[in-house]
């Protein structure tokens, strides 16, 4: 079963689960992943700076992670 991502996790566990995610999220316009900030910064803290919607985020996320433990 492929792990879940939600909107109150940590943007650097999202990347320690699967560095898949880091063209998703660059795509998205969050360039911080880098930034020293995802060490302690929610997906949703970071999509409030950014002006995101979490919610269609996350989605996309799992739906990569589902794609992905089903190969």
Same mark, same amino acid.
């Given at each position: 079963? *492929? *792990? /879940?991502?939600? /909107?109150?996790?940590?943007? *650097? ?46 989605? /996309? ?11």
């Amino acid at each position: 079963m *492929a *792990a /879940k991502i939600t /909107k109150d996790m940590i943007i *650097a566990d999202i990347l320690n689960i699967n560095m898949g995610c880091v063209p998703i999220l660059l795509n998205e316009g969050m360039h911080c992943i880098g930034c020293p900030a995802s060490q302690g910064e929610s997906l949703e803290e970071a999509c409030m700076v950014h002006g995101l919607d979490v919610d269609p985020l996350v989605d /996309k996320l799992n739906e990569f992670l589902a794609n992905v433990d089903g190969e």
